[in-house]
């Protein structure tokens, strides 16, 4: 799964080489933590949170194939 979310998002930003993603479990559930340059926020949010929304839900899905709960959160640097 986080092959593919760092294949999609990188594919809709203008910086890709910023785009990290990191696998953090936690009871059960694995949560994708999505670190990007600040002016691409918008881009992988999309207009009213369509782009995040459909990542979200194909990772969801990719994961229950596996047998597994998976979701994408977008993960803001402080300073």
């Known amino acids: 799964m986080q092959a593919f979310v760092e294949y999609v998002v990188r594919g809709l930003v203008d910086r890709p080489d910023a785009v990290t993603v990191t696998p953090v479990e936690s009871q059960g559930l694995t949560v994708l933590e999505l670190r990007l340059h600040p002016t691409d926020v918008a881009k ?23 047998g597994k709960r998976c ?6 640097e402080e300073g």
Do not use: D, F, P, Y
């Open 44 to 66: 992988v949010i999309g207009r009213q949170g369509t782009s995040i929304q459909a990542i979200r839900s194909l990772v969801q899905v990719g994961g229950a194939k596996q």
């Open 71 to 76: 979701t994408v959160e977008i993960v803001e």
